[in-house]
């Protein structure tokens, strides 16, 4: 995964999938990853480079939600591929994530 | 767009933005009164109808944020959210968001309210978890919570006869343990049926927690299958499955807005609040609202289907309404002319034929009235709803400055015209703005200054004199001149040395130049100095004009004053020479007719003329418009006698007329600036009469307020301000006078009880002090004494410290010196006070304190305790001066009493006994300059010490109170001049 | 500039001046006036129309003439308000800058209405004219003599010299 600090916002650009096989380590290295940035005060999750999100992936990015919360700052998820877009639209997730109703 | 679309498109912007207007005075009130029922439940309506009318023509930007907005609120109602500052600016934000929006429908999505409806959602599910809980709601049953409905889903999956199931899934446990993806599997169950909404809950806990738990979701789903062959094709258990009632359905869906043909657009919405149309709403077809006051909405009941029932409204266009005030301003004419004509000859003869007609002609005489009033009602607006406005700017500029400001407004009931309403929006806000800004100092540095944290703007509007006065004021830094002066020349508007001419006032004014800003820093909020001259020119544009007035380190007031463009207001018309002129009655307080009694008489440099016990400065209205005047003699005309703000006067004219209701109508451009009209008006046959303006004829024509008084007290305080002396001879030519109140006793003693030692006479008394004896020839430049009589008497002053008495042979009369009958040129020297001719006699008046130190008695005057022994009586009627000076006061003197106004004192004095009356000048009943005169008019008290406090300090207040009789003026307040002013007062001169 | 379809004429003195017709309301024919005391001289007085009150002003002296002798002017023109003209289809030059208040000149005569065929020059320098250059549009050559054609809006503004 990559962090980008710019700005005080925090970019984590995550690079794979987030299925339930990948989702325990990547939520060990945000743990870790966080940490470094105690004064960001905006919170990005580029799903650019991720293809495949299942319930896991949708835990993790719904805790990575509230602990943006926790922070008081704002989160929003960027460049999710249609089909993420799809499954936030489905699940009522948009709003929360920051982001536009799929096409 | 066809134009029916068009044109309804037109009325949801209309009405989006009367519910957005509420909604942002609703929403700064909340902050106030968090826990307001009738508050939240409007609020929730308001963002609902919009949500609503926005729904029907797609416009899910709109609708989306609403539903965001309405859900929380829904939260707030219920009780299950608080609100806070945070969520309060959210809303606020979000409001304006939606302004945003309704402005230009077609480019809704181009605004970016991703982080208002995420900052929403997250209070969602963090204060109140989407996984339904217990807690009945009036509308929506529990289970429904938390989803984003839309109505029209419901009724249409209704209509066809299809089931709607509330589903609880668990997404890893139900679908992806059994092998499928998520998306798979939602399109499974789109194929089955029409997904209505969904809900996903939040786990708890953070990222440390995320992934250990389920991730559940819940959704409304509308088929035609029955529940377990729903249950088998999602392989779900049973208790997964909820099936609302039907009733529920039906209860919701009847508070829910509905699509419906256009005919009943208007009738099936919940009717706006009457509130009104911001200016910068783009003009639909149907164009603005008429203001139909309407009473406040009343909450909606508890339970379903409760409709809140609003004054209906109509909507006008402009024009129309500007044509009904035509015609009705043309029937008040034609109403004018039947009344001279109906009216009963002289005598009271009735024409043949007419009986009856003159009650008929008052009958139409009334309604005309109640009708050109009403229809000027629908142009008229109080301004409370502009000045509501600026509770939410106050409150947020103090946010963003950082600074506690409080909004007080005054005068919201008073109307004006709507297209000035909407003319001052602009420059008020500005004004506020920079108040804030610029004006109030931020709260640490107020304290620092003794003043409150919370710094004050008061935003204020009044009718006065024919014009609407509009204030705002505040109570922070005031105007600087010397800085205005420096940044002026900085800013190249002025050289330096034209700078250095300015006058405070002057200096005041340079805050209109354009390309003037003072601010170290110039901040976002209020712009650049370009700011305040365009509000300058604005208001110019108006009709109006701006004034300042401040005090440095006490705060500033710009006091606008605009025409009352549409008014209908009784006038008294009189006229000079051909002209006709209307005077408002508002101001009128009597018509007086010069007489050789009571002439018009020249004072000063003006014309007064006396009425009862004043003296009036008088205008002559034909001199004043050069028209030919005539004298005294060929006609002497008429004085109205005027009341403005606090001052009379009179104005001369040459004939009255009768009193009218007249109609105002605004004079063109061209005519703003005379300074004397302030409007004109058609009389009975269509002539024009000009409305005078008074304030502008008054303007710099009336001797200042003060030196008004002034003349009016002069000639009769004259004669009373006088001060009670004791005639005596000491044995020489000579008459002498020593002011009473210098003299303690009187006692006769033997001469030969005078001793000689040193070159000093000396008597000894049987109980006190040996006084050295003064004979007052010695020291005065008179002729010198002759040798004593076998019996003297001495005169003993009064707090003087020193053992000393003056010789006085003969005494005579104590009488009265008039003030200003004091010569103090012809005899000078020490001990000399002046010299008077009394009762035929010149008499020199003795200075005591010169008389002597020239004896070479070091006579200071008496130190502060001599005043333990005063009984003092404080006239003020500012409470806090009150205390002030009872602080000052109360462990010096002997007693001090207290009357909050001149008539109190008044009473105070007939009662009781006082060594010194204390008074404040500016009173209301009896101010002091008038209770001055009183008590020098009374015998008793005639003699009574008078001190004035006041808060101004200037020349002819000073002229005035010796004038008056006042011994001494001190301004407001300082302790030891208080004193010392007592002190002085008990031993003069 | 967009041409003006109609033209109306009209002479104060010895001139002839012309303008948009499209901006004028209604001629008044010996209108009796009210004089405003203490008002600008440009100001000759209020005239009372129909309910309505109109500032008349003085032709000559808005143009920088010299004004006439004080006799009865002849006529009135009075123009259209910013409301009147937004009703028309075809707006006239510069409509935007009209004002809500009604507002007239004093002219001696008026003449033909001329048509858009006729021929505009541009306007001479002030020097030789002695005309406010604001108020002037151009020039119209007729046999008998020129005829100045005036901006309306600039006509009707307040200038510094007239508004107090």
Redesign the interface.
Known sequence: MNALYSDTTLTLTFDGDLTSTTVVSVRAELIELLKNYPSATALVANLSQVGQVDSMGLNLLIGLYREAHFRKIPFRIENASPSVRRLFGLLNLNERFGVSAAA | MSADETEMLGLFVQEANEHLETLETDLVRLETCPNDAALLNRLFRAVHSIKGTAGFFGL?PIT?LAH?MESVMALLRDGRLHSDRELINLFLGSTDHLQVMVAAPDRAAEVDT??A??????RL??EAPAKPSAGGAPVLPACLRGF?IDPELVRSSLRHGHHLYVIELQ??AD??AAGQ???DY?RDVESLGL?I????A??E???????A?E?Q?TLLFATAMEPDLLLSAFNLPADRLTCPDQAVWSEWLATQPSLVPAASFASSTPPPPAAEVTPQTPQPIMSTPTPVPAPADSPAAGGPAARVKTEETVRISV?LL?ALM??A??MV?GRNQLLRIAAPTRGGAVTPGQEGLAGIVQGISGVTTDLQRTIMRARLQPVGGLFGRFNRIVRDLGQKLGKEIELETVGNDVELDRALIEGLSDPLTHLIRNCADHGIEPAAERLRLGKPAAGKVRISAAHLAGRVQIEVRDDGRGLNPDLLKAKAVEKGVLAADQAARLTVAEAWQLIFAPGFSTAAVVSDVSGRGVGMDVVKTNIERLGGRVEIDSVLGHGTALIIRLPLTLAIIPALIVGCST?RFAVPQLNLLEIVRPSAERPIERFGGSQVIRLREELLPVINLST????PTRTADEAPGYVLILKLDNRRFGLQVELVADTEEIVV?????????????SG?T?LGQ???A?ILDLAGIAAGRLPSAEASATRALTREAALIATERILLFRDGSAETFALHIANIGRIEKIASSRIERIGGHDFFRQANGPTLRLLRIQDHLPVAPAGALPAEVHIIVPRLIHHAVALIAEQILDATDLPVDSLDTASLRGPGVLGTASLQNRLTVVVDLYSLLQAAGIDAKPPKVGQLSSLRVLLAEDTAFFREAVRRSLTEVVGSLDIAEDGEAAWARLQTGHYDVLITDLEMPRLNGFELTARVRDDARLKALPVIALSARDCDDFHAKAKAAGIDHYETKLDRERLCRALTQVLSPH | MSQPTQLLTFRTQGRWYACDLLWVREILRQPSITPVDQAPPIVRGLIHLRGQILTALDLDLRLGCAGGAEKPSACCIVFKTSVELGRLAQQPESAEQAGQDLLGILVDEIGDILSQQERVLPPPPESLSGLDPACIAGVIPRPAGLVSLLHVHALLRPTTATAA
Do not use: W
Request: hydrophobic share 45%; net charge negative.
């Open positions: 899910t989306d965001l991703r982080q409806r995420a900052a929403l959602a997250t599910d963090f984003s997404l890893t679908i992806e993806t998520l998306l939602f997904l909404a969904a809900a996903t939040m786990s806990g953070g990222l440390s927690e995320a992934v738990g991730l979701c024009s500007d035509n015609l301003g043309e004419l002209r004043l418009l050069g028209l109508k605004p004079l063109g451009r061209h005519l703003q600036g005379t300074g004397f009209y004109a058609l269509g002539e024009i000009l």
